[in-house]
Nanobody, 120 residues
C-alpha cells in the first residue's frame, strides 16, 4: 500500500506565503515524478507544478515566479513553496506521485487534498 499525506494548507491573506508538504510512504520501489494539482470550486483539476526524477520542474503559467516545487528524495517528500498568494490561488491542493511498487507495476497515486484559502 502507498499513501501520500499532505500538510501545510490553511488560510492566508493576499500577498502571503504557505508551504505545502507531501510525504509518500509504503512499498515504494522508485518514484518517477511528483507534483501538485489544484481544484477550485466549479473548476477542473489543474496541474500546478511537477518535478521529475532528475530534478526537472515545470509550472503552470499562472504560478510561475511565485511558486517553487522541490523534492527531498531521501524522505520521499515533495514541497510547494507558495509566495505572493492571490485570491485566485484558493483551491484544494492535491499531491500526485507516479511511482513503482514492483519492477512490473507503476501507477499514479493521489493525496487526500489540503485546502488553501487566500482571503483578507
Amino acid at each position: 500500500q502507498v499513501q501520500l499525506v499532505e500538510s501545510g494548507g490553511g488560510l492566508v491573506q493576499p500577498g502571503g506565503s504557505l508551504r505545502l508538504s507531501c510525504a509518500a510512504s509504503g512499498s515504494i520501489l522508485s518514484i518517477y515524478a511528483m507534483g501538485w494539482y489544484r481544484q477550485a470550486p466549479g473548476k477542473q483539476r489543474e496541474l500546478v507544478a511537477n518535478i521529475i526524477g532528475g530534478g526537472s520542474t515545470s509550472y503552470a503559467d499562472s504560478v510561475k515566479g511565485r511558486f517553487t516545487i522541490s523534492r527531498d528524495n531521501a524522505k520521499n517528500t515533495v514541497y510547494l513553496q507558495m509566495n505572493s498568494l492571490k485570491p485566485e490561488d484558493t483551491a484544494v491542493y492535491y499531491c500526485n506521485a507516479y511511482l513503482a511498487t514492483t519492477m512490473q507495476t507503476s501507477r499514479a497515486y493521489w493525496g487526500q487534498g489540503t485546502q488553501v484559502t487566500v482571503s483578507s
